[in-house]
Protein backbone atom coordinates (compact mmCIF):
# COMPACT_ATOMS: atom_id res chain seq x y z
CA UNK A 1 0.00 0.00 0.00
CA UNK A 2 1.73 3.13 -0.89
CA UNK A 3 1.17 6.33 1.17
CA UNK A 4 -0.32 9.68 0.18
CA UNK A 5 1.61 12.48 -1.33
CA UNK A 6 1.80 14.50 1.75
CA UNK A 7 3.21 11.80 3.74
CA UNK A 8 0.50 10.66 6.15
CA UNK A 9 -2.17 7.72 5.66
CA UNK A 10 -5.86 8.42 5.51
CA UNK A 11 -8.15 6.53 7.22
CA UNK A 12 -11.85 6.88 8.95
CA UNK A 13 -13.53 5.28 11.70
CA UNK A 14 -17.46 5.51 12.50
CA UNK A 15 -18.80 3.87 15.47
CA UNK A 16 -22.71 3.19 15.55
CA UNK A 17 -22.36 6.67 14.00
CA UNK A 18 -22.04 8.14 17.06
CA UNK A 19 -18.31 8.70 17.25
CA UNK A 20 -16.10 9.13 14.55
CA UNK A 21 -12.20 8.57 14.38
CA UNK A 22 -10.01 10.14 11.39
CA UNK A 23 -6.63 10.22 10.56
CA UNK A 24 -4.39 12.18 8.24
CA UNK A 25 -5.96 15.31 9.10
CA UNK A 26 -4.25 18.19 7.46
CA UNK A 27 -6.86 21.29 8.29
CA UNK A 28 -9.96 21.81 9.86
CA UNK A 29 -11.83 24.11 7.69
CA UNK A 30 -14.82 25.11 10.10
CA UNK A 31 -17.17 23.17 11.91
CA UNK A 32 -20.19 23.88 14.00
CA UNK A 33 -23.42 21.57 15.83
CA UNK A 34 -24.02 20.60 11.87
CA UNK A 35 -21.58 20.68 9.59
CA UNK A 36 -17.58 19.69 10.04
CA UNK A 37 -15.38 20.34 7.06
CA UNK A 38 -11.73 18.96 7.52
CA UNK A 39 -8.80 18.54 4.58
CA UNK A 40 -7.29 15.05 4.59
CA UNK A 41 -4.84 14.09 2.32
CA UNK A 42 -7.43 12.21 0.28
CA UNK A 43 -9.67 15.51 -0.07
CA UNK A 44 -11.67 17.55 1.69
CA UNK A 45 -14.82 15.41 3.99
CA UNK A 46 -17.78 16.92 4.80
CA UNK A 47 -19.27 15.39 8.01
CA UNK A 48 -23.01 16.25 8.48
CA UNK A 49 -25.36 15.26 11.22
CA UNK A 50 -26.42 17.23 14.66
CA UNK A 51 -25.12 17.62 17.93
CA UNK A 52 -21.41 17.46 15.87
CA UNK A 53 -18.59 18.48 18.71
CA UNK A 54 -14.52 17.86 17.77
CA UNK A 55 -13.28 16.51 20.81
CA UNK A 56 -9.72 15.55 19.45
CA UNK A 57 -8.30 18.08 17.25
CA UNK A 58 -4.17 17.02 16.94
CA UNK A 59 -2.78 18.39 13.37
CA UNK A 60 0.63 17.52 14.19
CA UNK A 61 -0.41 13.70 14.03
CA UNK A 62 -3.13 14.20 12.06
CA UNK A 63 -6.16 12.73 14.31
CA UNK A 64 -9.98 14.23 14.69
CA UNK A 65 -12.60 12.95 16.49
CA UNK A 66 -16.00 14.15 16.62
CA UNK A 67 -18.69 13.14 18.52
CA UNK A 68 -22.65 13.37 17.32
CA UNK A 69 -25.05 11.70 15.06
CA UNK A 70 -23.47 11.84 11.90
CA UNK A 71 -26.04 11.34 9.11
CA UNK A 72 -23.45 12.06 5.96
CA UNK A 73 -19.84 11.90 4.73
CA UNK A 74 -18.74 13.32 1.59
CA UNK A 75 -15.58 14.04 0.10
CA UNK A 76 -14.67 16.66 -2.39
CA UNK A 77 -11.56 15.91 -4.51
CA UNK A 78 -9.56 18.10 -6.56
CA UNK A 79 -10.41 18.85 -9.81
CA UNK A 80 -7.63 16.50 -11.27
CA UNK A 81 -9.49 13.57 -9.38
CA UNK A 82 -12.67 14.28 -10.14
CA UNK A 83 -11.78 14.62 -14.11
CA UNK A 84 -10.32 10.97 -13.28
CA UNK A 85 -13.59 9.76 -12.02
CA UNK A 86 -15.19 11.14 -15.25
CA UNK A 87 -13.25 9.35 -17.57
CA UNK A 88 -13.75 6.24 -16.03
CA UNK A 89 -17.86 6.47 -16.57
CA UNK A 90 -17.34 7.52 -20.04
Known amino acids: MSET?????HTLMLDNRRKLVLTGAV?????????VSVKTTAGTLIVKGSGL?????NLETGDVTVSGTVNSLQYIGTDNSRSRLSKLFR
Open 53 to 57: HVDKL
Open 5 to 9: PMGKN
Open 27 to 35: EVNGFNEET
